[in-house]
């Protein structure tokens, strides 16, 4: 009977952070910064399920629920282990990030999920350096960032905060305190906010 790690297995690229020294997580904010509700969500580039609720129920929630001021989002890295090329997509976003692009690279990033994932390549930078030069960023400074892995700590902490509260799963939500695991529908997601808000 094997046990179950209490943290991802390390691979020789990126070992589990140190919970004890990972730092305190910075996550990407979507939102007005006084909206009543805040939406936190756990989530891992190359998980099918993130991919699917940032392309189909993340619209909707942008549209009608952040830019309505209702809530923020604050989107945290989990890159689960068994996806080898999740690391390197969180790379790319905070280089992105760097920038003040990681939403159109956020959105690039899983609306081609298919085309860089582990399944389809062992080599997703030059992917990557497409959806930079799609996204507008300077191209030298993303190459420099993500070869130098220069937000690897970031990563490792927003990781880090996930396992402190007992993530499991991609994606996973916190809203208003309380803990979501797995994707939700706009409407689902509507009720809960608009339930914390009354609250």
Known sequence: MTRK?????????????????????HGYVAGKADAPVKIEEFADFECPGCGRFATITEPDLNKRIIETGLATLTYYDFPLPQHRNSQSASNAAACADEQGKFWPMHDQLFGAQDKWNTEATDNPKPMFMS???AVGLDAAKF??????RKFQKRIDANLAEGLRRHVN???????????????????ELKAIVDSAARK
């Open 5 to 25: 790690p209490a943290a991802p297995e390390a691979t020789p690229e990126t070992p589990p952070p140190d919970l004890a020294t990972a730092g305190p997580p």
């Open 131 to 133: 959806y930079a030069a």
């Open 143 to 148: 190459e420099a960032c993500y070869d130098a």
């Open 169 to 187: 799963s991609t994606p996973t939500f916190v809203i208003a305190g309380k803990t979501y695991a797995n994707a939700m529908s706009y409407d």
